[in-house]
């Protein structure tokens, strides 16, 4: 499986940003993706991870702010940030993996894209 990230931009504090990302190859039909995110000298952390049916997992830090959402037909998974602030400049990976279960079903993935930049300028 491959994912590919797009939608990486410098913005403006409070702006918006929109990323997407599409995964080749192939994924069981019940899996989960999502983001992380690693800013310079921190620990990768997860954004955001949706299973295909549907449940969401957010990072506090990014609640009412960030939306993710996911089109099954096309392997897609997409990350809309609003209200965006100067510690949300970070390079962002999409992940994903298979057969998510359990109460942590949002952890230990085993796809990773190479990463999109966001840069948010204060």
């Known amino acids: 499986v491959q994912l590919k990230e797009s939608g990486g931009a410098v913005v403006q504090a409070g702006g918006s940003l929109r990323l997407s990302c599409v995964a080749s190859g192939s994924i069981s039909s019940s899996n989960a993706m999502g983001w992380y995110r690693q800013a310079p000298g921190k620990q990768r952390e997860l954004v955001a991870a949706?299973?295909?049916?549907?449940?969401?997992k957010y990072a506090d830090s990014v609640k009412g702010r960030f939306t993710i959402s996911r089109d099954n037909g096309k392997k897609m998974v997409s990350l809309q940030m609003s209200s965006l602030k100067y510690e949300d400049t970070a390079v962002y990976y999409c992940?994903?993996?298979?057969?998510?279960?359990?109460?942590?079903?949002?952890?230990?993935?085993?796809?990773w894209g190479l990463g999109t930049q966001v840069t948010v300028s204060s």
């Open positions: 992940v994903a993996k298979n057969f998510p279960f359990g109460s942590r079903w949002f952890e230990g993935y085993d796809y």
């Open positions: 949706i299973t295909s049916g549907g449940l969401t």
